[in-house]
């Protein structure tokens, strides 16, 4: 499950509770009705913090394209439970996307109506090249972006995790902050 949120300043404590009423109230109401006890869940919730601009887009077009990943749709269009369908503008109630944010978050003055078209192409692109695997940028990074907004996040990780920032592309971009492999031994 993928959730793309965004959040404010001291937001970090309140998210936390979130997504453990969350990942609670989801586990009952799965249980009660598989007839089941346990944990749904194998581990706790991984956060990637986002730049904004082209990082954003592509985070977008990687969770959309999780299901297809999975074998599970040819199309995202094909998935309920997706942002896809309200992005394109299909799904009429129960939207969850803010559609006046978005075009702000994504920069460089986009509407709305421009997103959906670069959005879509985007995603029958990835589908036509079969681009769709897993990317460990969005898997196991603490931040993706451009180069001074990975080290303002990796200068605000506390002192008790050892993190990285580095270059991931051939021409530096995208930037990841991650956790330091070495300081496990």
């Given amino acids: 499950m993928h959730l793309l949120l965004r959040v404010g300043e001291g937001w970090t404590e309140a998210l936390a509770r979130f997504m453990q009423a969350l990942e609670g109230e989801f586990v009952q109401y799965y249980n009660r009705r598989k007839k089941r006890s346990g944990a749904f869940w194998s581990d706790r919730y991984h956060t990637v913090m986002i730049d904004t601009g082209e990082y954003l887009w592509r985070c977008l077009r990687y969770i959309d394209l999780n299901m297809v990943r999975a074998g599970a749709v040819k199309h995202p269009g094909e998935w309920a439970w997706c942002g896809y369908r309200e992005l394109l503008g299909l799904r009429k109630r129960n939207r969850l996307i803010d559609q006046a944010e978005l075009p702000r978050t994504l920069g460089d003055g986009v ?35 451009g180069r001074n907004f990975v080290e303002e996040v990796g200068g605000r990780i506390p002192n008790r995790m050892k993190v990285v920032v580095e270059s991931m592309g051939d021409e530096g971009e995208p930037w990841i902050v991650r956790e330091d492999q070495e300081a496990y031994g």
């Fill in 111 to 145: 509407s709305f109506d421009g997103f959906r078209s670069g959005y879509d192409e985007g995603i029958q692109e990835a589908i036509t090249r079969q681009d769709v695997k897993r990317e460990s940028l969005w898997t196991e990074s603490l931040a993706v972006g």
